[in-house]
């Protein structure tokens, strides 16, 4: 059988066997046949809030904050809805501002891949810094003393717009809403917290959870604290067309969102699979082996002890080099060795979250991986192993476990939710 991965921009086609495997994809959904009409009317009918025209001031100062280059966030085609219905506010007390996160800064062709020339060219845009302390500002104090810092001018903004998509996350349960705030515009000191070795060993730190959720709950909370007024968050399809719109207050507005999301990604199976064919969701997010983690996280959901993990995904960025990522690699050695070293009382180094979710999925698992934007030589420096082709991985999967092995395969990796649900009686 011959099955397209998300892969890049323009697709993987593999072949298969044509007996033991099954294809696990989020339901598909239409994407809306007027997508600006849908977000205008989700923020001229929004979810626990008024219209975002009838709440926003001709003196407002508005910040506006939007998803990276690394998220498939649709900005350039929803903002400049939004921007539309702010017309009564003169366009120099408007700021967006790029949620980097940790992430590095957009160069400005990326500004224009992202929002469009015109806004580009027409509006102040601020790319955070997480480890600036005079570009952040205290918006106050979190349930268990920590301060919280984020990005002075969104805080100083009389009137606070957060941007996002919602898709599954492999720690924090959905993505969207909150995220914008911590870790998109939030200090270094408050993103290694959030995302520290004993938050996210906890087992409720996962694909799906929310609620009890410590990565989510703590996502929330920071947001809330800095009072945004206004989210727009979207869904989308394989073929990153918009699906549903959720605008208004954070708490309502993205818990719309999730409960819709979840419906549509999260899929069931009868039992745990010998093979596990993942991705990571193709262009943007397959741009870097970092984000890559991801995809092998949801494989690592519904592969048995012991199986093979064969992941396809881009690279074009690398892994990256020079990151903290690969330096974290290198220092580990092995996935036991990654664990020793992120568990180590004091250890405190960013993307030791990434490293972390990968040594618990190589724990599991053998993990190959099919890159055309990494050599041979970089893939085994990331502790994986390098296929040139998936159906090579797959053969040399069946000599070690058997020609009768299951294979599932997840096209759209991250996108999917896949579980293990047993009936009564199963074993």
Known sequence: MEVRLAYGKQGLRVSLPDRNVTVIEPVFVEGLPDEKAAVLESIRSPIGTPPLRDMVRPQDTVAIVFCDITR??????????????????????????????????SPRQELVELLGEEIVRDYRIIQH???????????????????????????????????????????????????????????????????SYEILSDA????GVTEGNPVFERIREAAELTHPDFILNVTLNKNKEITQVFSGDLRQAHGAGVDYQRSVAMRAVPHPFDV????????????????????????????R????????????DGIPKGSKYESLLSMAGTPDGTLKMVSTP???????????????????????????????????SAMLV???KIEDAVEEALGELGSDASICVLPEGPQTIPYVWMVAGDQ
Not at 204 to 207: E, V
């Open 129 to 195: 810094s997480c480890e600036d302390r005079s570009s952040l500002a205290r918006a106050g104090t979190l349930a268990d003393g920590e301060d919280l810092w984020v990005n002075k001018e969104y805080l100083n903004s009389s009137f606070r717009i957060l941007t996002g998509f919602i898709e599954p996350h492999f720690f924090a349960g959905f993505s969207g809403g909150g995220k914008l705030v911590l870790p998109g515009i939030a200090s270094i000191e408050n993103i290694m917290r959030a995302h």
């Open 72 to 105: 498939p966030m649709p900005s350039r085609r929803v903002l400049p809805v939004i921007l539309n219905e702010l017309a009564h506010v003169d366009r120099g007390k408007i700021v967006l501002i790029n949620a980097l996160g940790t992430h590095r800064p």
């Open 386 to 388: 390098p296929c040139q």
């Open 276 to 303: 596990v064919i993942t991705t990571n969701s193709g262009y943007p997010l397959d741009r870097n082996l970092y984000q890559t983690v991801k995809g092998m996280s949801a494989a690592a959901e519904i592969v």
């Open 204 to 207: 409720r730190s996962t694909w």
């Open 346 to 380: 004091g250890f405190a180094m960013t993307d030791q979250w990434q490293v972390q979710i990968q040594a618990k999925v190589q724990k599991r698992a053998k993990v190959y991986l099919k890159s055309d934007g990494l050599t041979d030589e970089e893939i085994r």
């Open 305 to 316: 002890d012991g199986g093979t993990i064969i992941a396809a995904a881009e690279c074009r």
